[in-house]
């Protein structure tokens, strides 16, 4: 009977052991789970609070506005308006130089300066001129009396030669030195109005009205002969230099037969809603050995409210007939600083440019027919269209739907 009810006493002490480890590990699991619930619900709030920072950040963002530089397409088939880009020059140039060496003495004008014909620009140091001249002058001299004793001798023994009295031979040695004195005269004389013509070209004055485009020295600087040292540019009428590739020139028969029957007008990126008629005045019918296109010269007269100046930019528009009729591919003109080249997936590459509608940027494929020698290329797209304004400046910063602003 003892051992029974000692055994059960021993069944009744573990079973509470067991109860109480049961309550202790359920209180350990209930607090590990309260501590994960408080840092899920501390993270989320975290990362919900960042969220939202990062969306308040975009949205207060101000959305940026490129400035970009466009052209408006023209078909450069048979018909219509092509376009080119030249540069504008003076109707006269010349690079003004000084005929003698030495250093400059004063430079009397600076760039864009406006001088009249034979003012003086500058001048050489006169000193070592001078001091030849005065040498040559006294080398005259001395040869002059040497010619005048020669001819007096001369006299006295023609006379003596004519009364028989000297020998021809003593006659014909003082006839030689007269000759030989007259000689050395005349060299002295030459050498004299050389140095005093080297003397006047120590001044250098303008040939004719301009404007100083440039000034290649500076006072007090030893200058060579035939050294540039301004460009000297007349205003008054002015000149267009654009260049023609032989592809357009023969496309464009019009042309070639007879371009002064075509309209010809230039454009300045300063005033974009004016043109300016041009008069031709030289068409190369030879290609440039360098560059493979016909260089074309145009002159329009200075304008009275506005002064246009050389190495301006200008847009050359040369209005073409076509009698053709023809309706073929429309293929375009544009500068290669238009042209995107992103590669694609098969290891091409896809060509398209930005064309601006509404002040947004909207990205056009295109396919590249010719690249042109004068920075630009001939391209065509079953989406673009003649009147479109395309990028042709800033278009590597820009993506699909930007809001960009015009350049003027």
Not at 241 to 254: A, E, K, R
């Amino acid at each position: 009977m003892e051992k029974i009810i000692a055994k059960r006493k021993e069944i009744t002490r573990f079973i509470l052991i067991v109860k109480a480890r049961g309550i202790r590990a359920a209180f350990v699991m209930k607090k590990f789970f309260n501590v994960i619930i408080l840092v899920c619900v501390v993270g989320g709030a975290y990362y919900g609070l960042e969220i939202f920072r990062k969306q308040k950040f975009e949205v207060l963002k101000p959305e940026i506005v490129r400035p970009v530089k466009t052209v408006t397409l023209n078909s450069s088939g048979n018909g219509g308006i092509w376009y080119y880009y030249g540069v504008l020059q003076g109707g006269k140039r010349v690079d003004l130089s000084f005929r003698v060496a030495g250093p400059i003495n004063n430079i009397l004008v600076d760039k864009g300066a406006s001088v009249k014909k034979n003012e003086l620009l500058a001048t050489l140091d006169t000193r070592d001129f001078k001091t030849k001249l005065k040498q040559a002058q006294s080398n005259q001299a001395q040869a002059q009396a040497q010619y005048d004793n020669a001819k007096t001798n001369f006299r006295r023994y023609e006379n003596l030669y004519k009364q028989k009295v000297i020998p021809k031979a003593t006659y014909d040695t003082q006839k030689t030195q007269v000759e030989v004195t007259r000689s050395a005269l005349n060299a002295a004389i030459a050498q004299t109005a050389a140095i005093k013509d080297a003397l006047k070209d120590t001044e250098l004055r303008a040939p004719f009205a301009g404007v100083i485009a440039d000034r290649m020295a500076e006072n007090f600087q030893d200058v060579t002969a035939k050294q540039t040292i301004f460009s000297l540019q007349d205003l008054s009428t002015l000149e267009v230099v654009f260049n023609v590739p032989d592809n357009d020139v023969i496309l464009g028969s019009s042309v070639s037969r007879n371009l002064k029957s075509v309209a010809l007008n230039a454009r300045f990126d300063a005033l974009p809603d004016r043109t300016f008629p041009l008069t031709l005045k030289e068409f190369t019918v030879q290609a440039d050995s360098n560059t493979n296109t016909f260089p074309i010269t145009a002159t329009m007269p200075q304008q009275k409210d506005f002064t246009l100046l050389p190495g301006m930019a200008v847009t050359v528009e040369i209005e073409l007939m076509d009698n053709s009729n023809n309706i073929g591919k429309t293929s375009f003109i544009i500068p290669a600083t238009a042209l995107i080249h992103e590669p694609a997936s098969n290891g091409q590459s896809i060509n398209y440019v930005w064309r601006v509608e509404d002040n947004q940027v909207h990205r056009v494929a295109v396919n590249v027919e010719f690249p042109k020698n004068n920075g630009n290329i001939e391209l065509h797209s079953k989406e673009l269209r003649a009147g479109d304004c395309i990028v042709v400046a800033g278009a590597h910063l820009l993506r699909e739907g930007q809001k960009v602003r015009l350049m003027q």
